[in-house]
């Protein structure tokens, strides 16, 4: 079977059950429905309490505008709940945010701590900030519970210093873009043990569906560039991505 490592089903503009059984017959089995703010964490806590096959994470988007900042205190509540198997998305993104980003340094930091506390990996958006991220995760203690660096967009160093922290490399629908040739390159290198697929629905769209709005049904497409970059079947790669998914939340299986 597929699992999509990171999407947003209550983003996308259809029942969340009608897309979860899109995903169930395309293939995957299992899907990550990622927390951007503390807002919409009751409705995708909702999505999973109802379907086995689905968990979530808990935590603010770097580009959140949330008026109010959660407390580690709140992160760790809710990332203590069973079907939360990770802590995020959380990062930098310099990119979509200007002017003094402390507050966004210190946003990571947090979540970085809750992550600690509650023993559950990370998920990691970085954008135009690859520095400040891999610093900060060092400066943090994140190796000691690790994570992904989601939507993987940078270079083939910026990968080898994120796995050495313990992170695993997540590539979406843009590995499937033209234009991606470096990216696709950087999917070569990483080690069958690191790899992970993702859709990032209702974003990012694969080709052929470039353009449209994104599923978790769509990641069998990116599984299938991946093999072809490989050179490996497809079967393998839902193999691999798969075992590496529960290898790195572990809750999600026991879930």
């Known amino acids: 079977m597929l699992v999509d490592s990171h999407c947003h089903i209550n983003l996308i503009d259809q029942p969340a059950s009608q897309t979860i059984e899109e995903a169930h017959q395309s293939g995957v089995g299992h899907m990550l429905c990622v927390s951007v703010d503390m807002k919409s964490f009751p409705e995708i806590y909702k999505i999973a309490q109802k379907n086995e096959d689905i968990s979530i994470s808990v935590g603010i988007h770097p580009n959140s505008n949330e008026i109010k900042e959660s407390t580690i205190d709140q992160l760790i509540d809710s990332g203590s709940l069973p079907e939360v198997v990770g802590i995020g998305e959380t990062g930098?993104?310099?990119f979509r945010s200007e002017g003094d980003l402390s507050w966004q340094q210190d946003r990571f930091r947090a979540h970085i701590t809750a992550a600690k506390i509650c023993n559950k990996p990370l998920i990691i958006h970085t954008r135009q900030a690859k520095e400040d991220t891999l610093r900060i995760l060092k400066e943090e203690g994140a190796e000691e519970v690790g994570g992904v660096l989601h939507c993987f967009t940078e270079d083939w160093d910026t990968a080898k210093k994120g796995m050495d922290l313990g992170f695993y490399i997540s590539f979406s629908g843009i590995i499937t873009f033209p234009s991606a040739r470096d990216l696709q390159q950087v999917a070569t290198k990483i080690p069958a043990n690191r790899?992970?697929?993702?859709?990032?629905s209702p974003y990012l769209a694969p080709v052929p569906y470039?353009?449209?709005?994104?599923?978790?049904a769509y990641v069998q497409y990116v599984a299938k560039h991946i093999a072809e970059l490989r050179k490996t079947s497809l079967a393998c790669?839902?193999?691999?991505?798969?075992?590496?998914?529960?290898?790195?939340?572990?809750y999600a299986a026991k879930h």
Do not use: V
């Not at 470039?210 to 978790?216: C, S, V």
């Not at 790669?237 to 572990?250: G, H, K, R, V």
């Open 237 to 250: 790669i839902e193999d691999i991505t798969t075992e590496n998914f529960f290898s790195l939340f572990t």
């Open 195 to 200: 790899l992970l697929i993702e859709t990032d």
């Open 210 to 216: 470039r353009g449209k709005t994104n599923t978790p």
């Open 92 to 94: 930098l993104d310099y």
